[in-house]
């Protein structure tokens, strides 16, 4: 199978720093990516890991540990406007015409 | 920058009619994908083409087809519509090695 799993909701103020988990099955995988979507918006995308360790792009970072299956999405000085739902997403190969399967999904929700 | 357009945006139908969305891609961009998003779901993968051939298909019900044309527009046809394929309907488009994909705004397509 190709599923991967994550928090269906998580919670955080302003300011504050959170941390987006989720785990995926091997077969075929081959890279994890990282979409932002908000209600009724397009997915867009945020950051790709192919190889383990940490990818660090302004307020957002992603990780990836192969030998775990596992990655997850860090969000830092956290923003009214970072509230949406956050995709985790896995390619099967290294071509341009690899097709994303996504995850469950998680609704991050931030307060003041 | 151009980015991935999609029409229409909204379209209401009634049961057992026929749909066609459109998608155009970002140009030079070789890869085309349509996905179908249900109400809180994650994106579901339908079809893809590379250079104008399909590439691979997910879960996409024989009700449905598509195509890209010479000039890289993409259409998704959808006959016998039901109910359940009310959903948001997104074309993505990458260029070969390209990791992030980028999604058009989407057709939210409402079967009555």
């Known amino acids: 199978g190709q599923s991967l799993e994550q928090p269906s909701e998580v919670t955080a103020v302003e300011g504050a720093i959170v941390q987006i988990n989720c785990t995926y099955q091997?077969?075929?995988?081959?890279?994890l990516s990282w979409y932002q979507q908000h209600d009724g918006g397009a997915p867009t995308f945020l950051s790709y890991?192919?190889?383990?360790g940490l990818e660090e792009t302004g307020r957002f970072s992603s990780f990836l540990s192969r030998s775990d299956s596992y990655g997850y999405l860090l969000l830092q000085e956290l923003q009214m406007k970072d509230s949406a739902s956050y995709f985790c997403a896995r390619t099967g190969g290294n071509t341009g015409f690899q097709k994303l399967v996504f995850g469950t999904g998680t609704r991050l929700l931030v307060s003041p | 920058a151009a980015g991935v357009i999609q029409s229409p945006r909204h379209l209401i139908k009634e049961k057992r009619e026929t749909a066609t969305l459109k998608c155009y891609p970002i140009?030079?961009?070789?890869?085309v994908y349509w996905y179908q998003q249900g109400p809180g779901q994650d994106p579901q993968f339908l079809i893809s083409f590379y250079e104008k051939m399909q590439s691979d298909k997910g879960s996409i019900p024989d009700r449905f087809s598509a195509q890209q044309f010479s000039d890289y527009h993409s259409e998704l046809n959808m006959s016998s519509l039901e109910l359940g394929d009310s959903a948001l309907y997104f074309c993505a488009s990458s260029a070969g090695g390209d990791y992030g994909y980028t999604f058009g705004s989407g057709t939210r397509l409402t079967v009555v």
């Open positions: 091997t077969s075929g995988f081959y890279g």
């Open positions: 890991n192919a190889l383990d």
């Open positions: 140009p030079r961009h070789d890869t």
